[in-house]
């Protein structure tokens, strides 16, 4: 059973730094695409970063310069350093990938629970 575990998340003030960490376990096949999403309270889940197994990197324009995503030498850990927070930086972040179990011939979605990042002006 593949299972994404987030942690990290905490009360920051602006400006502030957090590092969010995301480890995926479970009998794995192949990653095709790891990254984080998040959730503000009254809003939908949207993007915050992505990488493919092609290598390509996808940042949201609202984190571009302040968020670096980065990926462990075991490639199924991966980092978010938050770095310039900013009040509506406040949200629910989950760990998402989409990847293949060794027990399953198809990619599927999977999330993590949700690490909560609270920044206060």
Do not use: H
């Not at 889940?45 to 462990?72: I, P």
């Not at 999330?111 to 990042?117: D, I, L, P, S």
């Amino acid at each position: 059973q593949v299972q994404l575990v987030e942690s990290g998340g905490g009360l920051v003030r602006a400006g502030g730094s957090l590092r969010l960490s995301c480890i995926a376990s479970g009998t794995i096949f192949s990653i095709n695409t790891m990254g984080w999403y998040r959730q503000a309270p009254g809003k939908q889940r949207e993007l915050v970063v992505d990488l493919t197994s092609a290598g390509r990197t996808t940042y949201a324009d609202s984190v571009k310069g302040r968020f670096t995503f980065s990926r462990g030498n075991v490639k199924n850990t991966v980092w978010l350093q938050m770095n310039s927070l900013k009040p509506e930086d406040t949200a629910v972040y989950y760990c998402y990938a989409n990847l293949r179990s060794e027990r399953d011939d198809y990619d599927m979605d999977y999330w993590g629970k949700g690490t909560v990042v609270t920044v206060s002006s």
